[in-house]
Every structure is written in C-alpha cells, then in structure tokens.
C-alpha cells in the first residue's frame, strides 16, 4: 500500500474574502491570511491588550492627523497574505481605505506586540513584511520589555528575507518616530506598569 502525499488547500485573497462573504469565516474567528493559509491568531491576554491600547493611544496622541492609525485590521500583502497585525499607520485618510485595506506601498510602520508569539513574529511575520518592502517593522517586545526596531528589508544570496538593520530600545528610553523624525516616542508610556 503507498502512501500518498497530503497537499493543504492555499486561498488566494479573493478566495478568503469570498469565505468571509459566505459568513464561513467571521469577526471573532481570529484568523488571518499568511502565504495563503488560514492561521488562528493567539489569545490576547491583558499584558497584550494593556500594551495594544496605551501603544494606539500615544501614537494617536503624537500623530493627531498626519497619518492614519489602524489598530487590529487587516493590510493587503502580495502572495496571497492578509495579515491583521497590533497597529499599522498608513498614509492618507480614513476614507482612502474604504475600497481596500492598505498596501505595503501605503505603509509607514507595522508593529506586533508580542509575548506568546514573539518567535513567530521575530521569524515568520518579520520575513513576510520584509518580503513585501515593508520599510519600518517594530515588535513590542514584552518578554524582554524591549523595542525591537527592524529596516532596511532585503533579500539573501540563498533566497531569504530579512532586514538589515535591527535596534533594541529599553522601555525607559525616548526615541523617534519612525517616518516622522520630528515626534519623540516614549517608551514608558506604552510598556504596562510591572506591579
């Protein structure tokens, strides 16, 4: 008797929107697009939520209407990838995104705010945004209470992706925002105060 190789069904993004449409997939079945597979998102515990909401809140507190702060919604990858990360700020108006989500083009900044994905998002994630030009990739790093900040994407003689530059801040420093070099972040207003 042989055994037959198992092959996974991949979804192009129509195809997921179309699921979505046909009420198979909803809003709080957390799941989002990777290269074309269906992954659940982790649970949110409240470190996570905590950091999510005080890290939407000064952003929007710095940027007032320069840009556009999404928190928790989708962006549109190439390769079949629809992934819903912590916040994005895109350019533009709200308005501008009623047609579709953003694209890497519109893209200043994506962060994760990690504690039970860190690796994922330090391997997988980092790797699908470098793939797609995403210039500016930040992980709120709140294993190590850090800020990882990553640039630079490229692409390795074997094939991989990755970003050339990565920079760690602690969560009592004071740094520039990303895209707006005239906005000073600072970190001890987005890391949750340890009891």
Not at 128 to 135: C, D, K, M, P, S
Request: with cysteine; charged share 25%; glycine share 4%.
């Amino acid at each position: 008797m042989s055994i037959s190789s198992v092959t996974t069904k991949r979804f192009t993004i129509d195809e997921y929107h179309h699921l979505i449409q046909l009420g198979f997939l909803k809003e709080n079945d957390r799941v989002e697009l990777i290269r074309g597979e269906l992954v659940q998102m982790a649970a949110k515990g409240t470190l996570h939520s905590v950091c999510n909401t005080k890290l939407f809140r000064e952003l929007e507190r710095l940027i007032n209407n320069n840009a556009v702060i999404r928190s928790q919604e989708p962006i549109i990858l190439p390769a079949d990838s629809e992934p819903e990360p912590d916040v994005v700020i895109v350019r533009g108006e709200p308005d501008d995104y009623l047609s579709n989500h953003p694209y890497p083009e519109d893209i200043l900044l994506v962060i994760e705010v990690s504690n039970s994905t860190l690796d994922y998002d330090q391997t997988e994630k980092l790797r699908l945004y470098a793939e797609n030009q995403i210039q500016n990739y930040w992980i709120v790093n709140l294993v190590a209470n850090q800020l990882e900040r990553y640039n630079q994407p490229y692409q390795d003689s074997t094939g991989n992706f990755g970003y050339r530059l990565k920079e760690i801040s602690l969560r009592n420093e004071t740094i520039y925002l990303t895209a707006f070099p005239d906005l000073l972040l600072d970190l001890n207003g987005i890391f949750p105060s340890t009891p």
